[in-house]
């Protein structure tokens, strides 16, 4: 099971991106999934989430800004990130918690290889 994120990049103050992140392999159910970032020098931290029913939360630096969303049928999660800002700049993480066809049961947590997004000023 893995997760691969994708849709990082250069962009302008106020533009926008969208990263995506696809889960992949013998994947039985997916619960909560979520973004996370990593600036240089700063602990990894919680940028949104969303349940498997659609119930999100935001980080409130992102809230009004960014949006998180999921296709269940094709365990994809996504991030429309707009009016992005220098302090958005960071390696973006996608995480799921997930079961598989090999976990007897047990949810794992599962992190994807990170993606970097870089806001010019």
């Known amino acids: 099971v893995q997760l691969q994120a994708y849709g990082g990049g250069l962009v302008q103050t106020g533009g926008s991106l969208r990263l995506s992140c696809v889960a992949s392999?013998?994947?039985?159910?997916?619960?909560?999934m979520g973004w996370y970032r990593q600036a240089p020098g700063n602990q990894r931290e919680l940028v949104a989430k969303i349940t498997s029913g659609g119930s999100a939360d935001y980080a409130d630096s992102v809230k009004g800004r960014f949006t998180i969303s999921r296709d269940n049928t094709e365990n994809t999660l996504y991030l429309q990130m707009n009016s992005l800002r220098p302090e958005d700049t960071a390696v973006y993480y996608c995480?799921?918690?997930?079961?598989?066809?090999?976990?007897?049961?047990?949810?794992?947590?599962?992190w994807g290889q990170g993606t970097q997004v870089t806001v010019s000023s």
């Open positions: 392999g013998r994947i039985l159910g997916i619960n909560d």
């Open positions: 995480h799921a918690v997930l079961r598989s066809v090999g976990s007897a049961g047990i949810f794992l947590h599962v």
